[in-house]
């Protein structure tokens, strides 16, 4: 940073003088006028005035969204039942297509009626079902979809599957578990020591050599806190199906990214 230095005459003895200064004298009467113009101010502010007060307009926050999901029956077979959502209400037609869009990539609806095609193609009158559903919530300003997809082709048992999507319901953006925090690689590592503390109370419910980590994309959030579940053979054999774990609130708190966009917007703020 350059520091300021005052300006010297040539010879370097006496400080440049502007030659338009005015004598000290000559500002007396401006002063006093100046004076008694704040003084005439100042009484008639405090003197009570007839003149309605205006009132203050403050700015209002945005009205909440109300997204509505609608059901589409899209398979509706012995084998095969498909009942997809709909995200409709939105703040602009869009946002609302491109959410749309996306959560059919997300849930995988084409890999779904792809499965129910050539099923019915090749095995028409085989052992095979398909089966897909989903929840809905609204957490301030965010939609959370669940979809639960069930595909047997044979064999021993057949295949769950769970997907979750957070959605801002007013930009459309899809915000991902680490969005939450601050420093997600500090985060991982202090949920991942806090589920692996877990695992060692119960460790017949997990593989002797189950890992927490990297952490699950399956979560939901809860009054006490988020619930990350594991899905089938990630930590444990598939007869003991999703395995979840409760993260107290008070760790995510201490972890989250306040002024952050995710948690803003779970707020509704």
């Given at each position: 940073m350059s520091r300021?230095?005052?300006?010297?005459?040539?010879?370097?003895?006496?400080?440049?003088?502007?030659?338009?200064?005015?004598?000290?004298?000559?500002?007396g009467a401006p002063i006093a006028v100046a004076v008694a113009l704040v003084a005439v101010t100042l009484v008639a502010l405090a003197l009570p005035s007839?003149?309605?007060?205006?009132?203050?307009?403050?700015?209002?926050?945005?009205?909440?969204?109300?997204?509505?999901?609608?059901?589409?029956?899209?398979?509706?077979?012995?084998?095969?039942?498909?009942?997809?959502?709909?995200?409709?209400?939105?703040p602009s037609r869009r946002v609302q297509d491109a959410v749309n869009a996306r959560v059919e990539r997300e849930f995988g609806l084409q890999d779904m009626l792809s499965f129910a095609r050539d099923m019915e193609r090749e095995s028409p009158d085989g052992s095979w079902e398909i089966d897909f559903g989903f929840s809905a919530e609204v957490i301030g300003d965010v939609l959370h979809l669940r979809g639960l997809r069930y595909t047997f082709a044979g064999g021993?048992?057949?295949?769950?599957q769970k997907c979750d999507v957070y959605i801002d319901a007013r930009s459309g953006e899809f915000y991902a578990f680490d969005q939450l925090f601050r420093n997600y690689e500090i985060a991982n590592a202090v949920i991942g020591d806090f589920i692996a503390n877990e695992m060692k109370k119960h460790p017949e419910e997990?593989?002797?050599?189950?890992?927490?980590?990297?952490?699950?994309?399956?979560?939901?959030?809860?009054?006490?806190?988020v619930c990350l579940e594991y899905p089938p053979y990630r930590i444990a054999p598939y007869s003991s199906g999703f395995v979840s774990y409760l993260v107290p609130k008070e760790m995510l708190l201490?972890?989250?990214?306040?002024?952050?966009?995710?948690?803003r917007a779970l707020l509704g703020v």
């Amino acid at each position: 940073m350059s520091r300021m230095q005052a300006t010297r005459s040539p010879r370097g003895k006496q400080p440049i003088r502007s030659a338009f200064r005015l004598p000290i004298v000559a500002w007396g009467a401006p002063i006093a006028v100046a004076v008694a113009l704040v003084a005439v101010t100042l009484v008639a502010l405090a003197l009570p005035s007839n003149k309605p007060i205006e009132p203050v307009t403050l700015a209002t926050p945005p009205p909440p969204v109300s997204p509505v999901i609608e059901e589409a029956k899209v398979l509706a077979t012995a084998k095969a039942r498909v009942v997809f959502p709909i995200v409709t209400n939105l703040p602009s037609r869009r946002v609302q297509d491109a959410v749309n869009a996306r959560v059919e990539r997300e849930f995988g609806l084409q890999d779904m009626l792809s499965f129910a095609r050539d099923m019915e193609r090749e095995s028409p009158d085989g052992s095979w079902e398909i089966d897909f559903g989903f929840s809905a919530e609204v957490i301030g300003d965010v939609l959370h979809l669940r979809g639960l997809r069930y595909t047997f082709a044979g064999g021993a048992h057949g295949d769950t599957q769970k997907c979750d999507v957070y959605i801002d319901a007013r930009s459309g953006e899809f915000y991902a578990f680490d969005q939450l925090f601050r420093n997600y690689e500090i985060a991982n590592a202090v949920i991942g020591d806090f589920i692996a503390n877990e695992m060692k109370k119960h460790p017949e419910e997990t593989f002797p050599d189950a890992n927490p980590l990297p952490l699950p994309s399956l979560y939901t959030f809860t009054p006490e806190g988020v619930c990350l579940e594991y899905p089938p053979y990630r930590i444990a054999p598939y007869s003991s199906g999703f395995v979840s774990y409760l993260v107290p609130k008070e760790m995510l708190l201490s972890l989250i990214e306040g002024s952050g966009r995710y948690y803003r917007a779970l707020l509704g703020v």
